[in-house]
């Protein structure tokens, strides 16, 4: 996934959680999402976790990702 489309991600991502992207590529950067949970309903955070936890879904979910990114 190139540059663009992470930052493109990250701008979404940022709106859709109500998190400013600096800080929402901070903590992603850092590797602790801690902050960016916590600002989550409760359902989304247990999805989150869900595959975070989960080797299989994480794979599957990056996967996902990768495979799509390729295509554009």
Do not use: C, H, W
Not at 39 to 55: G, I, Q, T
Not at 61 to 71: D, L, P, S, W
């Amino acid at each position: 996934m190139g540059n663009i489309n992470i930052e493109a991600l990250i701008e979404i991502a940022g709106r859709k959680l109500g998190i400013p992207p600096e800080e929402l590529r901070k903590s992603l950067n850092e590797g602790d999402i801690s902050g960016i949970t916590s600002k989550m309903s409760k359902s989304d955070r247990e999805k989150v976790n869900a595959v975070l936890n989960d080797p299989k879904l994480s794979e599957k979910f990056r996967k996902q990702y990768t495979e799509g990114a390729k295509k554009d």
